[in-house]
């Protein structure tokens, strides 16, 4: 079944350190697509990045910067040189190509970790 | 605006009454979903819709009726409202016609049941 584990619920840092967020994930299919969402103090939800499984290339951009590793199927988000504004909580997702008889056919979330970045 | 809305931002009703959440794409993207988000359970999709007049189920959706006559609308009823229905509920669109696009969000809709 599909699972998204964020294992980390809070982290607390000061400004300018790095910081990584761990995400792992579990999937029966071999065409999976995951995802990095953040959601700030406001409320919304902001699309960071997708990647698909057969790119493993590391993505960079600016401080963010995605590490994908098929083999431990975890999908880590590092963001360097943190600022306040980082402040959020962050969601990482999974979503399958195919359908399957009760599949919840959509995006399936982790449960999020709230980072604190203190000046 | 261009975008994704959702209306009402919040909302309290009593247990028993029916209440429609509304949301709104400017986008014409095919995918539109409803979530809710919960402390300790983060978002689970309520239902989704891959086009006008086609919608299923996703992982909790008792207790709710969706319906899209229109493209850009997918509006959330809950028949009976419940205290456990008490949450923000987000509505997205995607941008691909594939399912596993990225979504994007509304603002979300703050419902407390009484």
């Known amino acids: 079944a599909q699972k998204v584990t964020q294992a980390q619920t809070e982290i607390s840092v000061v400004e300018k350190e790095d910081v990584t967020l761990d995400c792992v994930y579990e999937?029966?299919?071999?065409?999976?697509?995951l995802f990095w969402y953040k959601q700030p103090p406001s409320g919304e939800l902001v699309f960071l990045i997708r990647?698909?499984?057969?790119?493993?290339q590391n993505e960079i951009s600016g401080r963010y910067s995605w590490n994908f590793q098929k083999s431990t199927s975890s999908f880590n988000f590092t963001i360097t040189a943190s600022q306040v504004v980082d402040s959020a909580v962050y969601f990482c997702?999974?979503?399958?190509?195919?359908?399957?008889?009760?599949?919840?056919?959509?995006?399936?979330f982790g449960k999020g970790t709230k980072l604190s970045v203190k000046p | 605006d261009a975008g994704i809305t959702q209306s009402p931002r919040y909302k309290i009703t009593e247990t028993g009454r029916q209440v429609t959440l509304m949301c709104h794409q400017t986008?014409?993207?095919?995918?539109m979903f409803w979530y809710r988000q919960d402390l300790g359970h983060g978002l689970r999709l309520i239902y989704y819709?891959?086009?006008?007049?086609?919608?299923d189920k996703g992982e909790v959706p008792d207790g709710y009726v969706v319906s899209r006559s229109k493209t850009e609308n997918f509006p959330l009823t809950l028949e009976s409202a419940t205290r456990s229905q008490t949450s923000v509920y987000f509505c997205?669109?995607?941008?691909?016609?594939?399912?596993?696009?990225?979504?994007?969000f509304g603002p979300g809709t703050r419902l407390t049941v009484t």
């Open positions: 997205a669109s995607s941008a691909g016609v594939e399912i596993f696009y990225e979504q994007y």
């Open positions: 999937t029966r299919d071999t065409t999976y697509y």
């Open positions: 990647r698909n499984s057969f790119d493993e």
């Open positions: 997702a999974l979503s399958e190509a195919n359908l399957y008889v009760g599949s919840q056919g959509n995006l399936i």
């Open positions: 986008w014409s993207h095919s995918y």
């Open positions: 819709s891959a086009a006008a007049d086609i919608t």
